[in-house]
């Protein structure tokens, strides 16, 4: 499967602990997104690296997060001190460097925080 | 902040019926997405328009983006209940310089009842 793969695919967690999700895009694909979705609403956009760059971060992304995309491969992102709120699905997605702007998605982690 | 509003939230249809979706927007896209959830999983790229007026066909599903570049239709025939999902769609906007990342509407629930 040559794909997006995200790891865990659900992180049941206590609230104030720290979880770590990761994402291994298309081996091709340079751009990598992080999206946040909650029921009922489409996904909303946190960060974009480009490469190893982190080339944008929504003002979603609190300081309590944080993205990494060591080597310009795989990504993690980080919650810190989770909140009931933070409770969603993560989405990673890449993209091909070309002009159109097309997201292929992974399947998700969903993140529950109790 | 480009807003995408889509009609409407809600659908529910019997199977063999037609329908279609909108997306609306006061800016002009550079390309527009849209995409087909299903629950737990990520959201699946069905097609992307880039030229205004275009109609890009997908076996029943037919999409066309607005001459002007700010709103779009999916239209699906003979809706069947394989076809439920939530449908999304994304917009992009060169404006922004290297920042590439999509921004989604709230999706259209679709439900088909055999």
């Known amino acids: 499967d040559t794909g997006v793969s995200q790891d865990p695919r659900h992180k049941i967690t206590k609230r104030g602990q720290n979880v770590t999700f990761r994402c291994d895009p298309i081996s091709e694909h340079n751009r990598l997104y992080w999206y946040r979705q909650t029921l009922g609403q489409g996904p909303e956009f946190l960060t974009y690296?480009?490469?190893?760059?982190?080339?944008?971060k929504s003002r979603l992304l609190s300081d309590r997060f944080s993205a990494e995309r060591p080597k310009g491969s795989f990504s993690t992102l980080e919650i810190q001190r989770t909140e009931q709120g933070d409770s969603a699905m993560y989405l990673c997605?890449?993209?091909?460097?070309?002009?159109?702007?097309?997201?292929?998605f992974g399947q998700g982690t969903r993140l529950t925080v109790v | 902040t480009q807003l995408l509003e889509q009609s409407p939230q809600f659908l529910s249809i019997q199977e063999g019926e037609n329908l279609t979706v909108y997306c609306n927007s006061s800016s002009v896209f550079s390309s527009l997405q849209w995409y087909r959830q299903e629950p737990g999983e990520g959201p699946v790229l069905l097609v992307t328009?880039?030229?205004g007026g275009e109609v890009k066909k997908l076996k029943r599903l037919t999409f066309q983006f607005g001459d002007a570049r700010k709103d779009s239709s999916l239209h699906i025939t003979a809706a069947q209940p394989g076809d439920t999902g939530l449908y999304l769609c994304a917009g992009a906007w060169w404006g922004r310089g290297s920042a590439r990342q999509l921004t989604f509407g709230s999706g259209t629930q679709l439900t088909v009842l055999p």
């Open positions: 997605a890449s993209s091909p460097d070309r002009v159109l702007t097309e997201a292929f």
């Open positions: 328009v880039v030229t």
């Open positions: 690296f480009q490469n190893e760059a982190q080339l944008e």
